[in-house]
């Protein structure tokens, strides 16, 4: 069976998001839909959103202030996350901010059977890490219902019930290669995303990257064939990769040296921005007369996604560097200042989330 080009449990770069937007029916992220959004964050306003499902459904819910949902979750494979990691819980954020019921899960039941990690080591990764991560990256623990896929009945239940649903030819069709631990895997996570409709359909909301799309896939076809509970389809929202430092592919924890964990001590964070790759030219005159070309910098792509906030600062760094109005030494060095006060802050929030995650549970 052929490899699907869209691998849920692998570290895959796609750089063509066109492709993945025309293969997997992904509606492109445009001007129209985002003018629609109450204060887009900044992954929306830069398109690093680049694709969504049924956007408007949440959109028309945020206007009439109607109930709506956003759910995400959490693998707690490994007790870092890396950069790339926080956009979704941007994205949860924002969903959150505007009303919506936040659910994240713990998906202890996934990392037993696809990673051998005991349902003990997963509750303890996610409460002294994973969960405090979250929160001191912007989540709101008072709004949000944190569950371990384990300890929730209501899912389990519903991964049974739903594994009436989707045949072993559909599982291969949207997953390629398949086993008993993944299949499992992938009903839970059906069950996660649409147990908050089960007392009252509503819309609901999945940002993830482009890498989990086969999951909402499988929801969205369980969702279409389960009348009895008249599910709303689940919409999603697509957003890019932070690619690896050295622009070849996306930071993946799995491979140590291309990414920046959270939380990083800062120093080494800011050492390895210096080493990225940059879109510079080889010599600083030949920079000063061409410009250099931010489109296939990794800084620039880092600034973009991460740390500039002001979308006038960052048109500024563009432009400059365009015009070979700066080198690539200068503007590194910034980089490496805001990356380093990025994890200085990080650890002072994490430190005070920890208690409250202990609380939680
Ligand atoms: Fe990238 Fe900055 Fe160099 Fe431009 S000046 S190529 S944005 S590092």
């Known amino acids: 069976m052929k490899k699907p080009i869209i691998d849920p449990w692998g570290a895959v770069l796609f750089k063509d ?6 293969n997997f029916g992904i509606t492109p992220f445009d001007e129209e839909i985002l003018s629609k959004l109450p204060n887009p964050n900044k992954l929306m306003r830069r398109f690093v959103v680049f694709g969504h499902q049924d956007l408007e459904r949440i ?24 950069l790339g990691n926080r956009l979704v819980v941007e994205m949860v954020k924002y969903f959150q901010d505007q009303g ?30 994973y969960i405090p991560a979250y929160i001191a990256l912007g989540l709101d623990p008072k709004n949000t219902n944190f569950y371990f896929q384990s300890k929730n009945e209501v899912v389990k239940n519903l991964a049974y019930e739903f594994s009436t649903k989707l045949t072993m030819n559909e599982f291969r069709a949207i997953y390629g290669e398949i086993n008993a631990a ?11 995303i649409l147990h908050p409709q089960l007392k009252k359909p509503m819309p609901t909301i999945v940002p993830v990257g482009p890498d989990q799309s086969c999951h909402i896939r499988a929801t969205r076809d369980v969702a279409r064939r389960y009348k009895k509970y008249k599910f709303i389809l689940p919409s999603a929202t697509y957003h890019k990769f932070t690619p690896s430092l050295d622009g070849e592919i996306k930071m993946s924890k799995s491979r140590p040296g291309s990414y920046i964990s959270i939380p990083e001590d800062p120093e080494t964070a800011a050492k390895k921005i210096m080493n990225a790759v940059d879109g510079g030219r080889k010599t600083a005159a030949e920079q000063k007369r061409l410009g250099g070309e931010p489109e296939k910098c990794i800084v620039f792509e880092i600034f973009k996604q991460h740390l500039i906030e002001d979308d006038k600062e960052l048109d500024e760094i563009y432009n400059k560097c365009k015009s070979g109005g700066l080198l690539c030494g200068e503007c590194k060095a910034n980089a490496a200042k805001l990356i380093k006060k990025f994890m200085e802050d990080f650890n002072k929030k994490f430190e005070k989330a920890k208690d409250q995650a202990k609380k939680l549970f």
């Open 59 to 82: 959109v028309e819910a945020m206007e009439k202030k109607e109930e709506f949902s956003v759910v995400s979750g959490i693998m707690p494979s490994a007790e870092k996350l890396h």
């Open 100 to 129: 919506g019921k936040t659910y994240l899960l713990v998906a202890d039941l996934e990392a037993l059977a696809t990673r051998g990690i005991s349902l003990e080591e997963a509750e303890r990764r996610a409460i002294e890490f």
């Open 182 to 192: 993944k299949i499992m895997s992938v009903l839970t996570q059906i069950g996660d």
């Open 17 to 22: 998001y066109q492709k993945i937007i025309k």
